[in-house]
């Protein structure tokens, strides 16, 4: 028995660790849309990064988001906190964008989010003081990883992304300074400023 229970860490009984390494054992825990946008100043450092979020289902109820990263702190707006502060506490302040960055505790906002994606043409978000535009979409790709770690946890996603040419953000009103990074091939552009939808979380 000693050696059963060494070898069989207690999580294994709900399938934690097993759904941790055998992606086929996860389970979907949100579906939606995420488009992202990141701007920078000329010396290369993130003057902000803004994760627009559009959920269709997930284990903490459905509704649009946004997080706002910024030097100053980290801003979330939406109209159900639960939901909207788990969207920048379990997936945010992971993601590679803010790797390195500080993240400091999110102030949330209560607000109506209006979120309109349409990978022929861009985005257009707006709520709590916030608002988003992304166009010129450069190419429309599937995407897939077993492989994505939050919080040193393996999950799994797939997405459709679609990088884009141009985008703006504006904060109170005031144009969030910073520029998109374009690069990429002709044939497989990317950019800073990216549409992602048919979006599915498993863990």
Known sequence: MGLLATATPASAADGTTAAATDPALRKPILVGANPGLQLFDTSGSCTAYLSTWQVEWSTHGAGNALVLWRPDGVRVVGEDPHLALWLADHFV?????LDGLPWSAPKF???PVQVRLDLASGLQARGGGIEVRMADVLDRRAFATDQFPLADVEHSLSLVIGPCGR???RVDGRVQ???ISLGGTPNRPSSSAFLATAEVWRA
């Open 109 to 111: 906002h209560r607000s």
């Open 177 to 179: 300074p910073g520029e």
């Open 167 to 169: 985008a703006q953000a």
């Open 93 to 97: 302040r992971h993601f590679p964008e």
